[in-house]
Nanobody
Framework: QLQLVESGGGLVQPGGSLRLSCAVS????????IGWSRQAPGNEREGVSC????????NYADSVKGRFTISRDNVNNMVYLQMNNLKPDDTGVYYC??????????????????WGQGTQVTVSP
């Protein structure tokens, strides 16, 4: 059974960086496109980034382009989200997801059907 476990969240000041990790188990990660989404209190979940099975295609929400980088290591069944120059608006719970498709269109949280439990990111002075 597919499991996704996020880690790496925390409290960081504006302008700081965090690297989120998504551990994929139950199946080889190379079977899946993987996406990241986030949800801030009172807001709907929004798509943040995604990467295709072998990493040849990536996509980002406009709000994070140039600041976030998604990558994957299929040998170790891991997917990463490097987040730089963080802003208070980046605060939220970040989830990694599978069982979907990473297209070149506007990324949506509904692009993926199976999600982990999330990791909290708080950007605050």
């Amino acid at each position: 059974q597919l499991q996704l476990v996020e880690s790496g969240g925390g409290l960081v000041q504006p302008g700081g960086s965090l690297r989120l990790s998504c551990a994929v188990s139950g199946h080889s990660s190379e079977m899946y496109d993987i996406g990241w989404s986030r949800q801030a209190p009172g807001n709907e979940r929004e798509g943040v980034s995604c990467i295709s099975r072998y990493g040849s295609r990536t996509n980002y929400a406009d709000s994070v382009k140039g600041r976030f980088t998604i990558s994957r290591d299929n040998v170790n069944n891991m997917v990463y989200l490097q987040m730089n120059n963080l802003k208070p608006d980046d605060t939220g719970v970040y989830y990694c997801g599978a069982k979907g498709y990473c297209s070149g269109n506007t990324i949506k949280s509904t692009d993926f059907a199976s999600w982990g439990q999330g990791t909290q990111v708080t950007v605050s002075p």
